[in-house]
Structures are given as structure tokens and as C-alpha cells.
């Protein structure tokens, strides 16, 4: 049977609150169901003293929620969008993702933050933008972005159970996405990933709702017999070069792609990195796909217009192999 | 401000071609002039190269794992002095001493040759296979050489006429390459002569023996330490033959070149192939410092680690293949040096003895020499001494 992204979460949340007492869901209108509908019902379940709605101050909750991690709870926190993660930055930064560091371990800051980023229907330049790239530059934050609602199930209790803190991105424009759970599978370990779709000619790169857009990509190439490898990294931080450098090894071209800006993103990072371990495997510049450098345009069709997504994949993969674009 | 280019300098008598294996500097890094920059290795062991100017290090030309030649350019150093022109760059060469006269430098106005454009996996197979890329049409982006252009320049070498056959086997290692290259000049350019004669160890097993039992810590001692002194002793005794030729036969210049002491190689033979490591002034050496030297350079032999001074300056070599070896064999000169000494293996012979015969362990050596340097005589008489000695119990210990 197949759920959506939203049903999924919710069903994983569900049966962690079960599972371990420690766990509590905090943020805003999360007893009500949250804006999105993730925690319809739990409240209901499992007492609203364990799914905590809190007041409006992205600043507060952090801080709140680090606390109770501090001292020895499991808390979930939900940022209802990344773009609001402005307001928690300096706990985060500062004391979330400092405290196992400066107490040399004696510290420990068990938590989640589920934030929901991307753009999707016009939801305008503050509500719409793709900002992990932020967060990835913080030793001690573990930044997570799932591609599909059966990777988020299984990435979400491993961040939960972690043990230490968690950027848990979802992409709005994956919460509609079906797909089947595969019961009892083993979770997903943080910090590993996925080869989504093997091929010979290209690496193509990607995470979050670019997954979709590079299988789609993939797919379209090999009518052309091109053959592209999928990558999901999963987690952004800790980055798996292992099967970067596994698959770069084979194909020798690789594309990144992502939907935040290319200015500083994480694609500038893997991108430098490949050019530095992997110098000899390349046979072609390493390619970023990622939006132009400007803010998320609220009418849909300019939305439509600047995001990144298939069509640019193709072209990057084309121009790699020196091929012409392909006729649209 | 000017660059200059670092090169690959001539650091053995034959060498040809290196295989950078480390960068010790990254660009960006300053350096001072003779400072280490780059580990290479070479047909015989692994050298560092030092740089030639201080500066800073702007571009590596040539990638770990690739190979140049002498004389290639591997780097370039931006030094920071700001010279009006390159003609200020000879100056400074000649205050240079002497000893760094095979590390050159030039002063680059302009870069020296086009850089042909290609990816780094491309440039990698070409290396591999000793492809040069000025020969291969590049179909990347702004002509760039890549990967399938390097795979296809190779496939069609390998199925291109007589030569299908040749170019798909692998080519030859460095250092057999340049084992190649020595015995074909010396079959090619030295006139060898050879002779002979049998040499008892009894005595010397006895010399040996009773050392042995005299001195348990100290190293054992090997025929081949006997060998190596007793040599050195008979080419003090023969300056003739202690010289290498030098310049052409039908040239006015041609001259024997004497050398300064009893420096003497000995041929290890190693994986794949063979090192000649040299035991310079032999002569001032007694047997157990000989024994420790001996092994350590033959250990480092094995390991590809000799240093380049280690093999250079012999007029002679010794050549023994042991107890599984031939009972008599001929050696190829090694250029430059001037003579090779072949040692068969032990065995047991009849000997006649005041009258009667007698069983004694006896090996037959033979003499190759540089029929330029030595004639006939000199050579018999070399050997005749050399076999006195060895049968002798006159050695120094210490």
C-alpha cells in the first residue's frame, strides 16, 4: 500500500513516540496537526504533554528543545520552514551544535529538527528557499535530506535515534509524493549514500526532491543510450565520498545537481572536493546544476522558469559528453 | 617577478626517464633553492630533486605517477625578485657551484610549449601507456583530449599493422628499459675480451671459519666480502685497469679516465631485473665493514632505495650467481666502467696435488675487460694476482 510523504512522517513520529518515552514533538501548532498536517493525531495519542504545541519565537523553542535534549529527552523539533531557521541560527549554531564539543563529551544534544524547504506553488521568496548549504558549514550539526516518503520513514528514526543534533530537511514538493514501505526493512545508517540508478557514462549527484528529477533525466538519456549513474546523498553532512569517489571512479563525469542557488552550495563543496581526491578519474569538468542566483519568484510560472530540475540535468549531461541539447 | 621552470635533471650515468612518485611541495608552497621539491623514481631508485630557484611553487607540469624524461619540464617556481629580463638568469647560474651543474634552470619569458588540453584521466591512460598526446585529436569541449579519444588512439595503434602485436603487450619497465639500453651499448660500443682462470677457496674458508667462531656478533662474512677486498686491492695494485674510457675511439679526445680509489660494483639481482649498487673506496675497507655495507645496499637494492651515489663511479663490477649459478659464465660490461668479473659457482674438483690428486672446492672466474682500457697481458696478470690473493690468507678484518 502506498502513503504519502506526510503519512509517512507521521507514521514514523508515531511509532518512535512509542517506542522510546524520551521522545517529544515541540513546535508550532504541532498538537493541532502542524501546517502541513504531519502530526495530525499524535497529540491525541500520546498526551499533548509529549507533542507540545509552542509559541510563535523560532529562537525560544530551539532553545528550549536543546535544553530538554541536554537533559536526557529526545525532542523533535519542527521548524515550519527552513527560511525561518534565521531566527534559531544562533542557538543552533552557538549552543546546539557546540555543546558535545565544548563539554568534551560529556554533553550530548539528542534532537531533531524537522524543516520543511524548497520551492513548490508559489509560496514566494521567504517561504520557498533551499538553505542547507547554511547549515553544512556548522562542525557538529548532521544535516539530512531525504528524497522519497519511504527514504524520509527510515532516515527520520535514524536521526531520531542518532544521538546527536539533526537538520531533517523535507522538500514541500515531496509531501504529496506515494510511495510504498517496505515493512520491517533495516533502517538506513546516517552518513551513507544510495545508489539509486547504476549506469556507465555519468554520475549525476543529487539529494532531496532533485532525486526525482535526475531519475527522470536518467530515464530520457537512456532512450539516447547514455547511460547515467543516480547518486542520493542522503546525508549532506557527514558526506559519503566513498560512493562519490566509487562511482566517479567508473563513470569519470559528474553532474551535481541541486534546487538551492550554485553560489556557495553544497555542489561547490562536493564539486571541490571531487576535483581534489578524484583529479585523475575526471575526464570532464565537474557540472553543477542548481537555480540561478536570485530569490524564488512568487508567480508560478517565473517559479517554473528560474527552478532547476530534468531539463537542466539533460543538459548538463549532454554538454558533458559533448553532445548537442536535445530537442525539448 | 619571473617564472622558472623546474626541470628533470640527469641524475644517473644512463638515465632517461623518471616516474614522479611524490610531490613534496603543493603549489602554493615556497621553497628555497635546494630545497627537496619532487620525489622521482628513476630506472634504479627513488631521488629526490631539489629545486633550482626559491620562490614559490605556481604549477606541477607532471602528476604522481607520470613519467619525464630528462630535461622535461615538472614545474614552474615563481620566484619573487622582479628581473628586468631573462638575460639577468645566466648571472646567477654561474654563481651557482658547481655540484648543482645537472639541475638547470631557465628563465621563461613566455611558456615554453603549448599546453595540449586534456582531462586528467585522459592524461593518465596516455602516461600509462606511454601515449603522447600531441598525436591525438581531441574531441572535448575547445578540442580537449579525453578519455575515449586516449582509448581509441590506442586501440587503433594496437591494430595497426606488424606492430598490432608489440603495442598490446605492455611496454617495458623503466628499469628494464635501462638495462636494455646499457648492454646494448656495451655489446654495440665496448670491445670485450675475456679470461679465465680457477680459484680454490680452501684457505679462504678457513679464514672465514675461524672469524666466525671468533666473532659472534659481528656480521657473517660472505665470499663476496672477500672478493670485493681482494679486487680492490688488485685494481690499486693496477691502475691500468682501475679507469674508465671516455669520449669516442677515433676522436682525438679519447682518454682513460683514472679513478680515485677502489670503487666497485656488485650486481644484485632484483625483481624483474638487476641494480648494480657501488661500494666506493673499497680499499680502505676491512672485511666486516665491508659484510655491513654490503648488506645494507643490497637490502636497499631489493627495496629500490639506493640513493644515486650509490651508482655511480665503479670501473668494476663483481658478478656472482651463487651456489645455484653456472659453473662458468661470461658478464656484459656495465658502461662506463671497464671490466666484470664472473663468478661460477663452488664445486667440488680433482686437483693434482705433489703428485697425486686431491678433492678442493674451486670456482671458475671469468674476466670480461674493456679491450680499449686493458689488453691481454694487463688482464692475465689482474687475474693471476687476484687469484693469488683470494687463495692467500693475507685480509684485513677491520
Redesign the interface.
Known amino acids: 500500500m502506498e502513503h504519502t510523504f506526510i503519512e509517512i512522517l507521521r507514521r514514523a513520529l508515531d511509532e518512535e513516540l512509542t517506542r522510546d518515552a524520551a521522545v517529544h514533538l515541540l513546535g508550532e501548532d504541532v498538537a493541532a496537526g502542524g501546517a502541513f498536517g504531519v502530526t495530525k493525531g499524535l497529540a491525541q495519542k500520546h498526551g499533548e504533554k509529549r507533542v507540545r504545541n509552542t509559541p510563535i519565537s523560532e529562537a525560544a523553542i530551539t532553545g528550549l528543545a536543546t535544553g530538554a535534549a541536554l537533559c536526557g529527552l529526545k525532542p523533535v523539533l519542527e521548524i515550519m520552514f527552513i527560511d525561518f531557521a534565521t531566527l534559531a541560527m544562533d542557538c543552533l549554531v552557538n549552543q546546539t551544535a557546540k555543546y558535545r564539543y565544548m563539554s568534551g563529551g560529556q554533553l550530548a544534544v539528542p534532537m531533531v529538527v524537522r524543516t520543511q524547504a524548497g520551492a513548490a506553488g508559489g509560496a514566494a521568496a521567504q517561504h520557498s528557499q533551499s538553505l542547507e548549504s547554511w547549515f553544512i558549514h556548522v562542525p557538529g550539526l548532521v544535516v539530512v535530506a531525504p528524497s522519497s516518503p519511504a527514504e524520509a520513514y527510515g532516515l527520520l528514526k535514524s536521526s531520531i535515534r542518532f544521538g546527536e543534533p539533526v537538520l531533517f530537511i523535507e522538500h514541500k514538493r515531496l509531501y504529496t509524493m506515494k510511495e510504498a514501505l517496505v515493512e520491517d526493512a533495516e533502517l538506513p545508517p546516517i552518513g551513507k549514500a544510495r545508489l539509486v540508478r547504476p549506469g556507465d557514462d555519468v554520475t549525476v549527484i543529487v539529494y532531496s526532491a532533485m532525486v526525482r528529477d535526475a531519475l527522470m533525466a536518467a530515464e530520457s538519456l537512456a532512450r539516447d543510450g547514455i547511460s547515467v549513474e543516480v547518486i542520493d546523498l542522503r546525508t549532506l553532512v557527514p558526506l559519503d565520498m566513498e560512493s562519490i569517489a566509487a562511482s566517479v571512479t567508473k563513470t569519470h563525469r559528474v553532474v551535481i545537481a541541486h534546487e538551492a542557488v550554485r553560489n556557495g552550495g553544497v555542489g561547490a563543496e562536493i564539486a571541490a572536493r571531487i576535483g581534489t581526491e578524484l583529479f585523475d578519474e575526471l575526464d570532464a569538468p565537474v557540472s553543477r546544476v542548481g537555480c540561478d542566483f536570485a530569490p524564488i519568484p512568487f508567480a508560478p510560472e517565473l517559479e517554473r522558469a528560474l527552478l532547476p530540475g530534468t531539463g537542466d540535468i539533460v543538459r548538463a549531461v549532454r554538454e558533458l559528453l559533448g553532445l548537442a541539447p536535445a530537442r525539448e | 617577478m619571473s617564472l622558472v621552470v623546474q626541470e628533470i635533471p640527469k641524475v644517473g650515468l644512463v638515465m632517461e626517464a623518471v616516474r614522479v612518485t611524490r610531490w613534496l611541495k603543493n603549489i602554493g608552497d615556497s621553497v628555497s633553492q635546494g630545497e627537496p621539491l619532487v620525489e622521482v623514481e628513476t630506472e634504479k631508485s627513488v631521488v629526490e630533486i631539489e629545486a633550482t630557484a626559491a620562490g614559490r611553487l605556481t604549477e606541477i607540469l607532471v602528476?604522481v605517477?607520470q613519467e619525464a624524461s630528462v630535461g622535461d619540464p615538472i614545474a614552474r617556481i615563481e620566484t619573487g625578485k622582479t628581473e628586468p629580463a631573462a638575460a639577468e638568469a645566466p648571472k646567477s647560474r654561474t654563481a651557482e657551484p658547481a655540484r648543482r651543474s645537472h639541475l638547470k634552470a631557465a628563465v621563461l619569458e613566455s611558456r615554453a610549449s603549448e599546453r595540449i588540453p586534456s582531462?586528467?584521466?585522459?592524461r593518465?591512460l596516455a602516461a600509462e601507456h606511454g601515449l603522447d598526446l600531441a598525436g591525438v585529436t581531441g574531441?572535448?569541449?575547445r578540442g580537449?583530449v579525453?578519455?575515449?579519444d586516449v582509448k581509441r588512439a590506442l586501440g587503433s595503434q594496437a591494430g595497426s599493422g606488424p606492430s598490432a602485436a608489440a603495442s598490446a603487450t605492455p611496454t617495458l619497465a623503466p628499469m628494464r628499459r635501462a638495462l636494455a639500453r646499457a648492454m646494448t651499448l656495451s655489446n654495440a660500443t665496448v670491445p670485450q675480451f675475456f679470461v679465465e682462470r680457477a680459484v680454490e677457496w680452501t684457505a679462504l674458508h678457513q679464514v672465514r671459519k675461524a672469524f666466525d667462531a671468533q666473532s659472534a656478533q659481528a656480521p657473517r662474512l660472505s665470499v663476496n666480502d672477500f672478493l670485493l677486498q681482494a679486487v680492490a686491492r688488485v685494481l690499486i695494485e693496477f691502475p691500468a685497469l682501475n679507469a674508465t674510457f671516455s669520449g669516442e675511439p677515433d676522436s682525438p679526445g679519447a682518454r682513460l679516465v683514472p679513478a680515485s680509489g677502489a670503487h666497485i660494483g656488485l650486481v644484485v639481482a632484483v625483481e624483474n631485473g638487476l641494480l648494480v649498487p657501488v661500494i666506493h673506496d673499497v680499499e680502505q675497507l676491512g672485511l666486516v665493514e665491508l659484510a655491513r655495507r654490503r648488506t645494507e645496499c643490497v637490502e636497499r637494492a631489493l627495496h629500490g632505495r639506493l640513493k644515486r651515489e650509490e651508482l655511480d663511479g665503479a670501473t668494476f663490477s663483481i658478478s656472482n650467481l651463487g651456489a645455484r649459478g653456472p659453473d662458468r659464465f661470461t658478464a656484459i660490461i656495465n658502461p662506463p666502467q671497464s671490466a666484470i668479473l664472473a663468478v661460477g659457482r663452488q664445486r667440488d674438483c680433482v686437483v693434482p696435488r705433489d703428485k697425486s690428486i686431491e678433492v678442493r672446492p674451486l670456482s671458475q672466474l671469468t674476466l670480461t675487460v674493456d679491450h680499449r682500457v686493458a689488453d691481454g697481458r694487463l688482464a692475465s696478470e689482474f687475474l693471476a694476482r687476484l687469484v693469488e690473493i683470494l687463495e692467500g690468507r693475507e685480509w684485513r678484518v677491520d
Request: proline fraction near 14%; aromatic fraction near 0%.
Open positions: 602528476q605517477g582531462s586528467p584521466v585522459a593518465r574531441s572535448g569541449p580537449r579525453q578519455l575515449d
